[in-house]
């Protein structure tokens, strides 16, 4: 396990931390490629987020939806499925991680993700739906469309190469950040509120999604179209009470949120301290985790709408980070940091089994930097004695104790390699700390202390709500995994692809979350580049078709004929 743990540390390093040296520090080349590309999209396009995020609303209500347009899905239920794909962990545990790690001035770099992100989110659905082949006729789907389609046939053939690698790499992530990482926060979270098995919770939602991906988009999009609104009601629901108990600290909120994107002090892992672009690496990684603008994903699910108007279902799809980011991940961050629980350390189980144990030294600015597990550590009075600290969430642990009251310090031994924290007497004692949390048991904490003055039911609201959103997630992910492998390996792929991804949804369940989440992100990283390249090249294609639509303003026609 420390061998995968190392290699994908090394993956991921490549991916989000190398970069070009500005000020001493390293700005990385994905975080220029995603707000590079989304701003030079957002300039082309003219801001069309913002001059024509009205009229994606008024699509998206169907008032100007024909049933007679190719197509598999109306327009709201290819938002719903998109943004059940989008709508997930991301929310709940990836903002508190951000929070974590990079402190309140992560939520910022989220923003501009996301208001870049709306232009590139228009232009990628653009693009699939007007290189969508129609009337394929898989698993009850008749067009099927992404980025691997606006290659294969919006781009000369010698870029043909590059729509396999795409397929290739977003069929990956699919089971890895829409299925694994979903898994996984809701068995942490579980595991953390009532103490299940991580194989166990796993196994019920495998279940769960294995009984709905089985039955193709249709079947998916019933479910989206019901599962989306109602957990982003109850979701935002609560977190509106929250704001509602705090309305004198929204202000102070939101300053903080601004002042530490450009003088971060640090997040509570000590991280962020003075580094603008360790801030803004975290933000911008979980934005595009969170909305997934520029990552090529959604494009699929909105190809499957019922319109002949490209730009139509584009101007629905550019609602989708606006609603992610702007309100729901906010509503996370604002309730994380008004409740103050993001810089504290709560008393926690220290399981030398668990997944978010780790070992960390500190460099020489203080900064603790995790490494391998030692063969053994020596702890005197709670205190580790030598340079390696045990951490939780990376965060190291100040004080060790055998009792959960923590008055009674350990004094012993620590295994590492056998997981056991032995007494000077000999005797196996569990441990105890005040410890950093993360992810989204960190944002049920906020949302219990948040709640409590008007009923203690916070964390059920936000247990409920992490079961909703990953699973939700995971099986509309399934379906950008399944239109991968038929791209790749034709009709007949698709069957097994979704017996594979079952199966992926259990694993990614039982692994650390650390490895969980970081291969994740690794993977979405390298996805990202082949549709970012298609997106500068076609730009002026969606440009010349978003100019036609919106002088001809098809959709008064479709008014008329409704009226």
Not at 254 to 270: H, K, N, Q, R, S
């Amino acid at each position: 396990m420390e061998t995968l743990r190392v290699a994908i540390e090394w993956l991921d390093h490549f991916v989000w931390k190398s970069g070009i040296q500005i000020d001493g520090e390293t700005v990385p080349f994905l975080v220029l490629a995603l707000l590079g590309t989304g701003l030079f999209l957002t300039l082309r396009l003219g801001f069309v987020q913002l001059r024509h995020f009205a009229h994606g609303v008024r699509v998206a209500t169907g008032r100007y939806d024909d049933p007679d347009h190719p197509g598999d899905v109306s327009h709201f239920q290819a938002l719903s499925t998109a943004l059940s794909a989008t709508v997930g962990i991301g929310n709940i545990g990836g903002v508190a991680i951000a929070i974590h790690w990079g402190g309140p001035g992560a939520l910022f770099w989220m923003w501009m993700t996301a208001l870049f992100g709306m232009a590139t989110k228009y232009a990628e659905v653009v693009m699939a739906l007007h290189h969508r082949e129609v009337g394929i006729g898989l698993g009850g789907a008749s067009v099927s469309g992404g980025p691997m389609y606006a290659i294969a046939r919006g781009l000369p053939r010698a870029f043909r190469p590059m729509a396999y690698v795409f397929a290739a790499l977003l069929g990956t992530t699919a089971m890895l950040t829409g299925n694994g990482v979903q898994a996984n926060t809701i068995a942490d979270t579980f595991a953390t509120a009532g103490g299940l098995a991580h194989w166990q919770v796993g196994l019920c939602t495998a279940a769960v999604v294995g009984a709905v991906v089985l039955g193709g988009i249709g079947r998916i999009a019933k479910v989206a179209a019901v599962l989306a609104p109602g957990m982003a009601v109850l979701y935002v629901g609560a977190g509106l009470l929250v704001i509602a108990t705090h309305l004198d600290q929204v202000g102070p909120a939101l300053a903080l949120i601004v002042t530490e994107a450009f003088d971060p002090t640090a997040g509570v892992a000590g991280t962020g301290a003075g580094a603008i672009m360790v801030t803004m690496m975290w933000g911008v990684r979980r934005g595009l985790f969170s909305n997934e603008a520029g990552q090529g994903s959604a494009p699929i699910a909105h190809a499957a709408a019922k319109t002949d108007e490209p730009c139509s279902e584009g101007s629905v799809a550019l609602l989708e980070p606006f609603i992610d980011t702007i309100i729901i991940c906010t509503m996370t961050a604002l309730v994380v940091i008004m409740t103050g629980v993001w810089h504290e350390r709560h008393p926690t189980a220290i399981g030398l089994g668990a997944g978010d144990v780790g070992f960390v030294v500190r460099d020489g600015d203080g900064v603790p930097r995790p490494v391998p597990p030692p063969t053994s550590l020596h702890v005197d009075e709670g205190i580790v004695v030598g340079d390696v600290e045990v951490a939780w969430h990376d965060a190291p642990v100040e004080r060790l104790w055998v009792d959960e009251a923590q008055t009674l310090p350990f004094t012993g031994v620590i295994d590492p390699a056998a997981k056991t924290a032995t007494d000077a007497g000999g005797a196996s004692r569990s441990l105890f700390a005040d410890a950093a949390e993360s992810g989204a048991p960190l944002t049920m904490l906020a949302f219990r202390r948040g709640l409590a003055p008007i009923l203690d039911i916070g964390h059920y609201l936000v247990l409920v709500s992490v079961l909703l959103f990953g699973v939700s997630t995971a099986i509309s992910w399934c379906y950008y995994g399944e239109r991968c492998a038929h791209f790749l390996f034709g009709a007949g792929a698709v069957g097994p692809y979704r017996v594979v991804y079952v199966i992926m949804h259990f694993v990614g369940a039982v692994l650390p979350m650390s490895i969980a989440w970081t291969l994740g992100d690794a993977m979405l990283g390298i996805a990202m580049l082949p549709n970012l390249v298609v997106l500068w090249a076609l730009s002026g294609e969606v440009t010349a078709l978003t100019r036609s639509y919106f002088s001809r303003r098809p959709w008064l026609a479709l008014r008329r004929r409704g009226e």
